[in-house]
């Protein structure tokens, strides 16, 4: 089993910046991705970013691709997602996941490990 918290979540103006942290624990030896998604009211859950773990490569999005910068910390056992020129439409609960599968970084189905979520809200 993996533990995934996520915190730094709040409201912002558009044009800010929000840091969201993700801590994992468990048995984290097992995990191959690491990654980031969003859901909005009515809307899908989306994929905003993710990390390989052994090497720190990172998967973006064109919807997010040079606003948002992921980041791992081996020591902390953490991963941040560095969000800048936040725009209304990023207004979300974010969720870090954790997938072992070595299949897709993007798709959610393969991600088996998720946190809680934290509110990102953007104002305009």
């Known amino acids: 089993q993996v533990q995934l918290v996520e915190s730094g979540g709040g409201l912002v103006q558009a044009g800010g910046s929000l840091r969201l942290s993700c801590a994992a624990s468990g048995r984290t030896s097992s995990v191959y991705f690491m990654g980031w998604f969003r859901q909005a009211p009515g809307q899908e859950r989306e994929f905003v970013g993710a990390i390989r773990w052994s090497d720190g490569d990172t998967y973006y999005p064109d919807s997010v691709r040079g606003r948002f910068t992921l980041s791992r910390d081996n020591a902390e056992n953490t991963i941040a997602l560095q969000m800048n020129s936040l725009k209304f439409e990023d207004t979300a609960v974010y969720y870090c996941?954790?997938?072992?599968?070595?299949?897709?970084?993007?798709?959610?189905?393969?991600?088996?490990?998720w946190g809680q979520g934290t509110q990102v809200t953007v104002s305009s």
């Open positions: 996941a954790a997938q072992s599968e070595r299949v897709s970084p993007s798709d959610p189905l393969w991600y088996y490990y």
